[in-house]
C-alpha cells in the first residue's frame, strides 16, 4: 500500500468511527486540504499541527463532530465565526456538500489561504470573507440569515455567543466547540444567552475517536432575535463579557 493509500485508509477509518461514510472524491479533498494546509504552514501560522494523523483527528475529525448533536442533513446554511484554516467549516461542507457556507475570519491573510483553497477543492456555494465578528453581525445580509452557527475561537463562552448569536435564525442553533471543564464558563454566560436570545439546549461531552482527547460540545438554541445594539463595538465583547 503507498502513501496516499494508507492515508486515505487512516481518513476513512476515523471517520467510520464517527458513522461518516466518505466517497472517494472526498477523501481525496481532504488530502488536497491537508497537502496545502502543510505546504502553506511553512511560510505562515495557520496550525500548530502538522502531523498527517494528528490533522485527520484533531481538525477534521474534531470539525465533524458537530453530527453527534446536530442533523446535518436538515441543515441549508451554516457561518463558521473566526474560521482560522478553516475548521471546522470547510470539513463540514466537504461531508456535506448541499450547504451553503460562509467561513468568516479577522485576518486577510487566512482568507486569502481559504480563497487559493475553495477551488482546489472544487467545492461550490462556500464563501470566506474578511470582517470582523462584530461588524459582520451588523450586516443585513448575514445577520439571523443561517440555520447553524459554528466556532472553534478560542474565547469565553458569553464573548463567543455574543459573536455568534446574532448571525442565527430564531429556531437556529449556535454551538461552541469546546475542551472539557467548562462548568464555570458555562455558568459566567447565562446572563448574556437571556440578554442575546439563546439558550443551552444540549452539553455533550465525548472522546475524539480512537483516542482519549476530551472534548465538549454547547449547543445554544436561537429562541429570540437578539437585540440590536449587540454585537458591541470592536473588541467590547471580549473585554467586558456581558
Do not use: W
Not at 463540514?92 to 486569502?112: A, C, G, T
Request: proline letters at 5%; one cysteine or more; a positive charge.
Amino acid at each position: 500500500m503507498d502513501k496516499k493509500d494508507t492515508n486515505i485508509s487512516i481518513l476513512i477509518d476515523i471517520f467510520r468511527d464517527m458513522n461518516i461514510g466518505l466517497s472517494e472524491r472526498q477523501a481525496e479533498q481532504f488530502l488536497t486540504y491537508y497537502q496545502f494546509l502543510n505546504e502553506k504552514n511553512k511560510v505562515m501560522n495557520l496550525t500548530a499541527i502538522t502531523n498527517y494523523p494528528d490533522v485527520v483527528l484533531k481538525h477534521f475529525a474534531d470539525s465533524l463532530s458537530v453530527v453527534q448533536v446536530c442533523d446535518m442533513k436538515a441543515c441549508d446554511s451554516l457561518i463558521d465565526v473566526g474560521t482560522g484554516a478553516g475548521f471546522p467549516g470547510l470539513p463540514l461542507k466537504i461531508v456535506y456538500p448541499h450547504l451553503k457556507v460562509v467561513l468568516l475570519d479577522s485576518l486577510n491573510k487566512r482568507v486569502s489561504f481559504l480563497n487559493e483553497l475553495i477551488p482546489m477543492l472544487q467545492l461550490e456555494g462556500v464563501t470566506a470573507i474578511h470582517a470582523r465578528a462584530e461588524d459582520a453581525a451588523k450586516k443585513e445580509v448575514y445577520r439571523e440569515q443561517f440555520d447553524l452557527c459554528v466556532s472553534r475561537a478560542v474565547a469565553n463562552l458569553s464573548s463567543l455567543s455574543e459573536y455568534c448569536l446574532p448571525f442565527v435564525k430564531i429556531g437556529g442553533a449556535f454551538i461552541s466547540y469546546k475542551s472539557t471543564n467548562i462548568d464555570i464558563e458555562i455558568e459566567n454566560s447565562k446572563n448574556a444567552l437571556s440578554v442575546l436570545g439563546g439558550k443551552i439546549k444540549e452539553i455533550r461531552e465525548f472522546c475524539l475517536p480512537k483516542s482519549d482527547i476530551e472534548r465538549s460540545l454547547i449547543v445554544i438554541g436561537k429562541k429570540k432575535t437578539t437585540p440590536g445594539k449587540y454585537p458591541r463595538k470592536a473588541g467590547m465583547p471580549s473585554k467586558e463579557p456581558l
